[in-house]
């Protein structure tokens, strides 16, 4: 057999994995296939569907932490360069300086590290650079000659069937290990909501802990649940040598207890008050080598806040940053203190890889939203209260004025919609004040949809806010996908950041948002994808207007320092610490002025969006879309039967149009499940008249066209039109389909394929079916 006949895989094993051996590179080195990325999560109506999943045909690692070069393969038909511009595209995501191309003559090697005198240059089969060779230069190219070779060749942790670091992940511990190891101070992680920011941070301080780069870390957070969810899990292996940071510590003399190495911290329970000195300062200002400071966003942006004074205490220790949403505005900076972040990982990135959960957006328009609403002259409210007579508007609603019928209605119209699905589905109301977030859990918990699952257990719908106990109690039970209840908690700005309500399926924004900073972690609380859960993604219904802030250019673009930080003084932000902490501090029921029950509201119009391929919502019906996709794809309807006809496989076709986010399931579920990938797609996108997989599969019994074959061969292929008719034409295309019944009862596969002659001769068949299934193009 010529190197021509060989498939890509054996182009691979012949040539391709020798060379790389004989360079010396060792086989835990060398990942085939290497999956980095899950297919993103498409959505369309109740359906969802991946996209295809991005691969590299061989990333080479100089440990097993530390990717280094990447391989893209092609089989001997094609050129030595043909892969290369793909395999640039996946360097580029992966950060990998080394880019090789290979067809089984040689290679051609694309130095993206500038440590080659050329930028492109062949390579014989023999030639391979070493490991050695490449990690010099990519110590060379992060100027990293003269950094702690033991740190950057360390490991991140390994458990024995546990998880491992996703390839941003990968990047982010690397990206921060580099910084130190040059002597970089302070560094900044941004990471969207969801992207595994704790399990990242915890293997940059296993790290930094096992070369005793850092011998002793605080860890610092703002929440008590983000402290012990942490110890519990992410933190684990570090065992007995790390504790909670709190006064228990502290002996009847006053002193620290400072046997232990890492020390997890609540911001507000280590500085201390009239009553209680400071916390920590009863450490040595250089007692941490290393502090981390969780969601630093918040309170630790400003120069005057109290996450500030720990930091600026322990100055001498490396800190580094961790947040979804860095705070950059004329008054306060994370890239002031941190500098520019390190590494970025943004919503937008984590959607397209499938690691977070996509959303569709429900604008919803009241009438007196868009109007406006002027009292009577001389009206009184509710409470006897004569109404200043001017117009109110959304600004005013919940905040000046209260509509006990407006609350109602969005109560109403939630409680409408999660009966249309799943009532279950774990859903957060966010309302302007603990008033309004009141009055919305009596109004949904009054909706008579609701009436049996409330009378079940009161926790269906719940009060979670700063100043009610029973509904913080509960927040651990909402955030934990085990527990069913409470299934609907209404909240004011507690659960905005730093809930990690993982199971989270619907976000209701009844609150004005004029903050991107507030926008993004509120959209954050749905993130997660947990199709385990059955979350595969999330709805945002906006009786406001919030969703607005998605067609801003910064919506998930990369933080940018404002042009006027350090000249404005201090804030005169109104906001509280507390409430730019998530805590409904700050919020007082006394800034409702009136209320008035009488008058009624009603939707004035609704709008559906998804979340497209590209990263925009789309407003799109689900024909009108998958028509406009289809159609950029093929152009043409002759384009795309010339394309069905000419791949060997129709796999590949299905796999280009999810790659273009058409869920062929959607399809199913809008023409029929009785039709093919082939009449789905020429009916939705070229207006085609459709025929059933067993309309077709009968079209070609009629004609006889199996005459040339006999005995078992015929019975094969009769078989193979009754698995099309029954699945599709994927099913007979797939290799393993002879290890099925009926066909096992026919024989082994060795046996059925040697009664075509052989293995060439039985693919030859069957895409000489498939053809005569679509050969009547009338589709």
């Known amino acids: 057999m010529s190197k021509k006949e060989l498939s890509e895989a054996d182009i691979c094993d012949r040539y391709i994995t020798p060379a790389i051996h004989n360079a010396g590179w060792k086989k835990s080195q060398i990942r085939r296939e290497y999956y980095f990325t899950d297919g993103q999560m498409l959505v369309r109506g109740q359906m969802t569907g991946r996209g295809k999943r991005k691969f590299a045909d061989y990333l080479l690692f100089y440990q097993t932490n530390q990717p280094i070069a990447i391989i893209e393969a092609k089989d001997n038909n094609h ?269 937008k990135q984590g959607i397209e890889d499938g690691f977070l959960a996509p959303f569709r957006v429900v604008r919803v328009n009241l009438d007196k939203d868009l109007e406006g609403w002027t009292p009577e002259a001389g009206e009184y409210d509710d409470l006897g209260q004569l109404i200043e007579e001017r117009e109110y508007n959304l600004r005013d609603y919940d905040r000046t004025i209260f509509f006990k019928q407006r609350t109602e209605l969005v109560a109403e119209y939630v409680s409408q919609f999660l009966h249309e699905g799943d009532p279950m589905r774990k859903t957060i109301v966010f309302c302007e004040n603990i008033f309004h977030a009141e009055q919305m859990r009596s109004a949904i918990a009054n909706v008579d949809l609701n009436r049996e699952l409330v009378q079940k257990d009161h926790r269906y719908v719940m009060q979670i806010t700063g100043d009610e106990k029973e509904g913080k109690a509960q927040l651990d039970n909402f955030i934990n996908p085990k527990e069913a209840y409470p299934v609907i908690a209404t909240t004011s700005k507690l659960m905005t950041t730093g809930v990690d309500a993982q199971t989270c399926q619907v976000i209701v924004l009844d609150r004005r948002i004029q903050s991107m900073t507030e926008f993004k972690q509120i959209i954050g609380r749905g993130t997660r994808l947990r199709p385990d859960y059955g979350k595969n993604y999330f709805t945002i ?87 406009r996709t289809v159609n950029e794809a093929y152009q043409s309807l002759d384009r795309f039967l010339t394309k069905w006809h000419e791949v060997d496989r129709k796999q590949a076709i299905l796999d280009e149009l999810r790659e273009h986010g058409v869920i062929v399931e959607a399809l199913e579920e809008m023409v029929g499940k009785d039709y093919d990938l082939f009449d789905l797609v020429c009916y939705v996108a070229f207006d085609r008249p459709p025929l059933t997989r067993k309309e077709r599969a009968e079209k070609v019994r009629k004609r006889d066209v199996f005459a040339k074959y006999s005995g078992t061969a015929r019975s094969v292929l009769d078989a193979l039109l009754d698995k099309y008719a029954d699945q599709g034409v994927i099913s007979i295309e797939d290799g393993t389909v002879l290890q099925l019944d009926p066909f096992t009862q026919m024989g082994t596969t060795v046996e059925l394929v040697r009664s075509f002659g052989g293995k060439k001769q039985y693919r030859a068949a069957v895409q000489e079916l498939a053809q005569l299934l679509y050969e009547d193009q009338g589709a």
């Open 541 to 627: 219904i906006d009786f406001r207007g919030a969703t607005q802030l998605f067609e801003d250019k910064d919506w998930d673009g990369p933080p940018i320092q404002d042009q006027e930080f350090g000249q404005g003084g201090r804030s005169t932000d109104s906001q509280s610490e507390g409430e730019e902490n998530g805590g409904d501090e700050g919020e007082s029921k006394e800034q409702l002025k009136y209320q008035v029950s009488r008058q009624e509201f009603q939707v004035a119009r609704e709008r559906v969006s998804y979340y497209g391929k590209n990263g925009e919502l789309t407003t799109e019906s689900l024909k009108d879309y998958t028509r």
């Open 79 to 347: 050129s030595v360069r043909a892969g290369m511009q793909q395999a640039l595209a996946y360097a580029e995501v992966l950060e990998v300086p080394f880019v090789f191309s290979s067809n089984g003559d040689g290679f051609v090697l694309h130095d993206r590290s500038g440590t080659y005198a050329q930028v492109e240059q062949d390579i014989s089969l023999d030639a391979f650079p070493s490991p050695d060779e490449l990690w010099e230069r990519y110590k060379q190219w992060k100027q990293l000659q003269d950094a702690n070779e033991a740190l950057l060749s360390s490991s991140y942790f390994v458990e024995i069937g546990g998880k491992e670091p996703r390839y941003y992940q990968q990047l982010a511990v690397n990206r921060t290990i580099e910084a130190i190891a040059r002597g970089q101070k302070r560094c900044l992680l941004v990471m969207a909501t969801g992207a595994g920011k704790t399990y990242t941070v915890f293997n940059i301080i296993w790290r930094l802990w096992k070369t005793k780069v850092a011998k002793r870390i605080l860890f610092l957070a703002d929440r008590n649940a983000l402290i012990d969810q942490t110890i519990v899990n992410d933190f684990r292996p570090f065992g007995e040598v790390m504790t909670k940071l709190d006064r228990r510590l502290v002996d009847e003399t006053g002193r620290m207890n400072t046997s232990y190495e890492i020390y997890l911290g609540l911001y507000q329970a280590i500085i201390g008050n009239e009553e209680r000195d400071n916390l920590y300062e009863k450490f040595d200002r250089d007692f941490f080598d290393l502090v981390v400071i969780d969601e630093c966003h918040r309170g630790s942006a400003a120069e005057d806040s109290n996450w500030r004074q720990v930091l600026d205490y322990f100055s001498a220790a490396i800190q580094v940053g961790l947040t979804a949403t860095p705070k950059e505005t004329k008054y306060v900076s994370n890239i002031d203190y941190f500098g520019e972040p390190i590494f970025q990982y943004s919503l």
